[in-house]
């Protein structure tokens, strides 16, 4: 496993933007990785995927993130990111982010940060 820690989040306002980066202890080889995640919990809630990032690649979002939600990876700084645009105050939780490896059931998880979304 690898230890996540995220950043980026805080506050912004309906129609505005924010990213939130999760960095990985230790590079690891893109041909290591099974799949890069982002998730979201409300209180209450159980965490949905918000937007996962396969090896080779490919990308899937949840329908009501989709065109303004952006998952990405730099393999240089060892970091997955997710940027929000056009946000809404649905889009409001704590994000995670999850890497599964080859190998692994789960993957790691990171602490989660507060996104908040309000006039």
């Known amino acids: 496993q690898v230890q996540l820690e995220e950043s980026g989040g805080g506050l912004a306002q309906p129609g505005g933007s924010l990213r939130v980066a999760c960095k990985l202890s230790?590079?690891?080889?893109?041909?290591?990785?099974?799949?890069m995640r982002w998730y979201r919990q409300t209180p209450g809630n159980e965490r949905e995927l918000v937007a996962v990032?396969?090896?080779?690649?490919?990308?899937n979002y949840e329908p009501s993130v989709k065109g303004r939600f952006t998952i990405s990876s730099n393999d240089a700084e060892n970091t997955v990111a997710l940027q929000m645009d056009s946000l809404k105050p649905e889009d409001s939780g704590i994000y995670y982010c999850?890497?599964?490896?080859?190998?692994?059931?789960?993957?790691?998880w990171g602490q989660g940060i507060q996104v908040a979304v309000s006039s």
């Open positions: 999850n890497v599964q490896l080859y190998g692994e059931d789960d993957g790691s």
């Open positions: 990032l396969h090896t080779g690649g490919h990308t």
């Open positions: 230790r590079r690891i080889s893109a041909s290591s990785i099974y799949a």
